[in-house]
């Protein structure tokens, strides 16, 4: 007992060991939860950087950087630059995507469970200029600012034809975005503000 005891805390005083131990542990769950997930994801950032294509990641990923207490979501969706659309699409057919074309998305999918989207609605387009740098799961991205993750998810819970399942997690990720940044809750427009319970000042 006094030798395991011993392991933990030379574990624990190496902050380097400490977070590899959960970038392991955080990627090993997105795995169990996307049936494979991680690759895809990886495999999917690979491609777009190597392509110098300027995106970033929006929705439950974007959000799952910003606030606490992150969610697994099978969900991947992304955005790019105007001009980039078409080389995006083409570099990830070219790396073994599959896809299907709709009006305002392309969608690709891997190996795992993982549905990926790209959006192509005109007011994502700006998004990738304002990215950060970010580690979600154990596996380093790109995603929108804060500003404009919330943007998005306003945007996705005002749509009426989404389903109403999404549009519940849509209003829970407004709120825990706001939850974690108060300050936000100035920026909702008056119909959520009237939803969401104001955070106190901080003291």
């Known amino acids: 007992m006094a030798s395991r005891g011993c392991s933990v805390r030379k574990l624990t005083d190496n902050p380097a060991r400490v977070r590899y131990a959960l970038i392991v542990t955080a ?37 799952n950087h910003w606030a606490e207490e992150p969610m697994v979501t099978r969900d991947v969706d992304f955005v790019v630059a105007a001009e980039d659309v078409d080389r995006a699409v083409s570099t990830l057919v070219g790396e073994g995507f599959t896809f299907d074309h709709f009006q305002w998305s392309v969608n690709f999918k891997g190996q795992s469970s993982v549905s990926i989207q790209l959006s192509t609605e005109d007011i994502y387009l700006s998004f990738p200029d304002r990215s950060v740098p970010a580690d979600v799961h154990g596996i380093l991205l790109r ?29 829970a990720d407004i709120a825990r975005l706001v939850e974690t940044h108060p300050t936000l809750w100035s920026l909702l427009p008056e119909n959520l503000q009237l939803e969401i319970e104001k955070p106190a000042e901080p003291c």
């Open 27 to 63: 990627k090993k769950f997105y795995d169990w939860q996307t049936a494979g997930g991680t690759n895809d994801v990886m495999h999917l950032v690979d491609c777009l950087e190597r392509a110098e294509v300027r995106w970033c990641a929006i929705d439950g990923i974007a959000v």
């Open 143 to 171: 995603v929108a600012s804060l500003e404009e993750t919330l943007t998005g998810k306003v945007l996705a819970w005002r749509d009426s034809s989404r389903r109403q399942s999404k549009r519940i997690k849509d209003f």
